[in-house]
């Protein structure tokens, strides 16, 4: 925690850095205060955070669903789970890099990307017809399943991984961007608790395809979470979106000291 506060405190510089940390403020306070806020409705002050970037769009109410939803069983999960194969992997290790990586991701946050694509605040054809048959405890089931697996790491380009492990590991102050592994952490597990996902091994293709919307302004909903990452990506240029996608597709899950593929 306290690693994570100090690599956020240089990225407070402007107003915009301020709002996205007020948000991000509002979800550590929700992580620390446990089990019971997370069923909670959203608090007020969180929607008041989120307004100064929010789109008009209703904010799904179904979220609220998800967070009160029994743990996932992952045995269950598995056969409900059968149909995701097809472009996931059956144990979450895409091979096409066009379909993220589920392996490892924490079951909360696959549940809540889930009920996202249903309600559509989340937008994406395919995954809403996938995910709209779904209930909620189907969700938590086959997120449990996929969280149980480990995800397969793919190879950094050694070209790029200096500048992506720059700014993944420090940010950069003079233009705003806080440190990815602030949230993220270090060996980008993420953080399941605060819902901040897990990146590490993801492929570079897919990271790279989400900073660019989110760099575009794309949101996946109202609340002040799904306002975070717009915030910060849009503050990437190109060459870093590409760096620390490569950089994080390098990134291995069992070493929490270094990533292999990078020399300090
Ligand atoms: C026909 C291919 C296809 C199938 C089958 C499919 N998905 Fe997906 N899935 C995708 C694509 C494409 C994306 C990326 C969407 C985006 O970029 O927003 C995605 C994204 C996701 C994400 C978001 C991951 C992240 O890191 O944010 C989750 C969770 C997910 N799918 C779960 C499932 C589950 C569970 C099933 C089975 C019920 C399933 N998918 C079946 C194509 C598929
Ligand atoms: C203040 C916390 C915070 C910081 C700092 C942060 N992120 Fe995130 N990130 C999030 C949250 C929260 C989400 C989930 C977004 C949502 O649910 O709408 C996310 C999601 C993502 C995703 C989508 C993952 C997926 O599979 O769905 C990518 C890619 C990503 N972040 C990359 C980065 C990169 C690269 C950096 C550094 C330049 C960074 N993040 C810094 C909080 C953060």
Redesign the pocket.
Same mark, same amino acid.
């Given at each position: 925690m306290s690693f994570r506060l100090a &690599?956020?405190r240089p $990225?407070v510089v402007n107003a915009v850095a301020l709002v996205?940390?007020l948000? *991000?403020s509002v979800?550590f306070a929700q992580n620390a205060t446990g089990q019971a806020a997370q069923k909670t409705p959203a608090p007020a002050a969180a929607s008041t955070a989120a307004k100064p970037a929010a789109p008009a769009a209703a904010a799904p109410a179904a979220n609220d669903d998800v967070m009160a939803a029994k743990p996932g069983d992952a045995t269950a999960g598995q056969g409900k789970a059968a149909a995701c194969g097809a472009c996931h992997g059956v144990d979450g290790n895409s091979s096409d890099a066009q379909y #993220?990586k589920l392996a490892g991701?924490h079951e909360m946050?696959i549940a809540?990307?889930l009920q996202?694509f249903k309600s559509g605040a989340?937008q994406n054809a395919i995954m809403m017809g996938m995910a709209t048959p779904l209930s909620v405890q189907d969700m938590h089931d086959i997120g449990a399943y996929f969280a149980s697996k480990q995800s397969l790491p793919g190879v950094a380009d050694q070209a790029l991984v200096a500048q992506g492990e720059k !700014?993944?590991r420090e &940010?950069d102050t003079a233009r705003g +961007? #806080? *440190?990815?592994? $602030?949230?993220?952490s270090i060996d980008g597990r %993420?953080n399941p608790g *605060?819902?901040? #996902?897990? !990146?590490t091994s993801?492929h570079a293709q897919? +990271?790279e395809a989400? !900073?660019k919307d989110?760099h575009d302004g794309v949101?996946? %909903?109202n609340?002040p979470?799904?306002?975070?990452?717009p915030l910060? *990506?849009k503050k990437?240029d190109q060459q870093? +979106?590409t760096a620390? $996608?490569s950089y +994080?597709e390098g990134l291995h899950v069992n070493d929490t000291r270094a990533p292999t593929t990078a020399s300090p």
């Open positions: &690599g956020f $990225a996205f940390a948000s *991000a979800v #993220p991701q946050y809540h990307q996202n989340r !700014l993944y &940010g +961007i #806080p *440190a990815c592994m $602030a949230c993220h %993420g *605060a819902m901040y #996902p897990q !990146l993801q897919y +990271i989400k !900073l989110f949101t996946w %909903g609340e979470h799904a306002q975070i990452m910060i *990506a990437l870093d +979106i620390v $996608a +994080i």
